[in-house]
């Protein structure tokens, strides 16, 4: 279907419609990336490359349709091609695996906000220590070793922590999104 | 997969993968136990999409007050919690240290008014670009397409510089203008572009190499010196584009996006994303919100940034202008490196130690270096009774000292209390000096202590040592004693006396020194003697005894 010249819109409304469309579903695309990389600072170049080329080919994307899906299709060709650049550097799933991770992470995408909403509550009830643990972890990203460094502890211990850590917030986060339903 | 040993695994195995430190053997067991485990998958998952949601777009959790009958609060009281706790019990409280600028060196504190945040105690924000941050890069950062994977800067110097990703570089690497982004965790590093802009980061830090002319600073702090050549040398931070005109400035941008500029030399544009513009000048400094990308006045700080570096050296500057000299005298380097050592003895063979019953002592007036102190020339006890007294290892003579009795009771030393126990305090217009914030030299008289200017040069490339300053005096604490003793003071520069204030006792109004110091002077003199023939009680020192530094 072709645009008249007057039926576009104007390049500040499509950075706006591209913003909000954007800002609704980013978490989402974050959330597959990551679980498909599983490198951090992979995942966060990833998601930065891949909402430029969103940006870019925002002119094929069909208005009315469902953006996350359009958006996770441009990411899992943005995670293939990671894959191909980094064949020798990056321990990679095999391809059976990968498939099945997508499968899992766009299904479980349909709740991420009720997620998102457990996630607050539970992270509240951290104690103070464990929240600012966290908050090294993965507001500023510091990796376990830096941590462990800083404070001291041996770099295996700190990791077994980080691991026990995850796994109880994970299971307050679980026990919060069936009460919600 | 239907224990928590098993969930714990894998979770550990994922912590390890989210930093890159997966071994061979462990990703093979972690994708075995994926490929082999639905539960296992399913586990994988649920934890990537709840790390993931420490994600962009600040995320705010409720303040939800916790109620006794809270469902969530068995999980809470496992006994995972308890292990945790003991765990705790033994972590040394986390701190996430707060940066303040040192309390004399603000001098009008001006503060934006408080806005009220719209987000509620605490953010949690994950490492991911905000939305906001990632469409300025997509939208708004207009770059003249460069060729990419061009060699535009070289890396000219670092100090215990550790990079992500066990990148290894040094002197003399080149690096491209490309994709990659550094990850400077630990350290700091000096880079200097093609068109000759140098920049000092300090880790942790997060940038990228984008053109001869301009970088882009993701998070950490940058500190850019531009010549002529190099203006229009440009910062892109997630919610900005500082863009120089011939200047010195220093960013720090914080992860969850804000901004801050500060102004030293010239002038520079700083450039919003929703394109607005500031012109912000020497002296100056802003803050740019990294959510609402409002732009505030802050207070300029002029130690924020590690402004030079020097790997030979070990020198790292951060702006100050002054070098404590009782800090050299308690073997420091001019920058808070130094302790309270003891005295140095002018007039015995051991450097630190005083005959514990105290003084007078007598000595000859014998210059005596100090080899122990790497900034101290030597010292010495001035009588020019006997003839000109030498005052620095290279000879200078001083030709006019005045006659004295040539005894002394202390040796020099900084801090309240001399080796010899005598803490007869240390005060000037009712302020204690020797104490953290008013540092002083004690010289009793009478002593003479010289500054080696020439190795504190050395020490610090690319500054200069333009004056010394201080305020000289007897403590008033004398007056418990006596009020009739008086003290010279003399400022002596490569032997010159550059500076006298004779006579000073309890009852006079101490003196402030000043004298100015030029490239080509070596040795820095300090020397009180006995005003009145009468070495007792002469309690003077120098307080607050600085040399102030200019860059070249």
Known sequence: MENSPKDLPDKSDLERVFFELFMNCQKGVFAYILSSVHHYADANDLFQETATVLWQKFDEFDQGTNFQAWAISIARNMVRSYFNRHKRSRLQFDDNLVKKIEDQTVSKLRNHDSRVESLKKCFEKLSDSNRQLMKLRYEQGMTVKLIASRLGKPLHGMYKYMARLQNSLLECIEKAMALSK | ?552
């Open chain 2, 1 to 552: 997969m239907n224990d928590n040993n098993g969930q714990i695994v894998i979770a550990e195995l994922i912590q390890k993968g989210l930093d890159g430190l997966l071994t061979d053997k462990e990703f093979s067991s972690l994708q075995k136990s994926l490929n082999d485990d639905p539960e296992a998958l399913n586990y994988y998952v649920r934890t990537m999409l709840a790390i993931s949601a420490f994600s962009a777009n600040s995320i705010v959790p409720s303040c939800e007050s916790v109620t006794e009958n809270d469902p969530l609060s068995d999980i809470l009281s496992k006994e995972t919690w308890e292990t945790l706790a003991e765990y705790e019990e033994s972590a040394p409280a986390i701190e996430i240290p707060e940066e303040k600028p040192p309390k004399e060196l603000i001098q009008k504190v001006v503060y934006p008014p408080q806005e009220k945040s719209k987000i509620s105690k605490f953010k949690i924000i994950f490492l991911a670009m905000n939305a906001a941050a990632v469409l300025f890069f997509v939208l708004f950062l207009k770059l003249v397409p460069v060729q990419s994977g061009v060699e535009v800067a070289t890396l000219i110097d670092s100090i215990n510089a550790k990079w992500a990703d066990n990148v290894m570089m040094h002197k003399g690497t080149r690096l491209l203008n490309d994709e990659y982004s550094y990850l400077l965790q630990e350290g700091y590093v000096k880079l200097e572009f093609d068109s000759h802009a140098t920049v000092v980061i300090e880790a942790p830090a997060e940038f990228r190499i984008l053109a001869e002319d301009r970088i882009g600073l993701r998070y950490g702090k940058v500190f850019s010196s531009v010549p002529p050549e190099a203006a229009g040398f440009s910062v892109y931070t997630p919610v900005t584009k500082i863009v120089d005109l011939g200047t010195e400035f220093g960013i720090q941008a914080d992860i969850d996006g804000d901004t801050q500029l500060h102004v030293f030399q010239g002038k520079t544009l700083l450039l919003m994303g929703n394109e607005d513009n500031v012109e912000v000048t020497k002296g100056i400094a802003k803050k740019v919100s990294g959510d609402s990308e409002k732009v505030a006045d802050i207070p300029l700080s002029t130690t924020r940034f590690v402004q030079k570096i020097d790997s030979e050296r070990g020198f790292i500057w951060k702006g100050k202008k002054s070098i404590d000299l009782a800090d050299i005298v308690g073997g420091g380097n001019g920058f808070g490196t130094g302790q309270e050592v003891g005295e140095i003895d002018p007039g015995g063979d051991e450097r630190y130690w005083l005959p514990k019953s105290g003084g007078p002592f007598y000595t000859d007036n014998t210059y005596r270096s100090c080899a122990e102190l790497p900034f101290v020339d030597g010292v010495f006890v001035p009588d020019g009774g006997v003839g000109p007294v030498q005052i620095s290892s290279q000879g200078h003579m001083w030709q006019d000292c005045p006659d004295t009795t040539g005894v002394y009771f202390e040796g020099i030393y900084t801090g309240e209390k001399s080796r010899t126990g005598s803490r007869h305090g240390f005060v000037l217009q009712g302020q204690r000096y020797g104490v953290p914030g008013r540092p002083h030299i004690a010289t009793h008289g009478n002593t003479g202590v010289t500054f080696d200017l020439g190795a504190l040069r050395n020490q610090m490339p690319g500054l200069k040592i333009i004056q010394f300053t201080a305020l000289c005096g007897v403590s008033q604490t004398v007056r418990n004693r006596t009020s009739g003793n008086v003290s010279d003071f003399y400022v002596l520069v490569d032997g010159e006396k550059r500076f006298e204030a004779k006579r000073i006792g309890v009852l006079s109004e101490p003196r402030q020194v000043s004298v100015e110091l030029r490239e080509t002077d070596s040795f820095l003199t300090l020397v009180c003697t006995d005003g009145d023939l009468k070495p007792h009680v002469d309690w003077s020192f120098y307080g607050n005894p600085r040399l102030v530094l200019e860059s070249r």
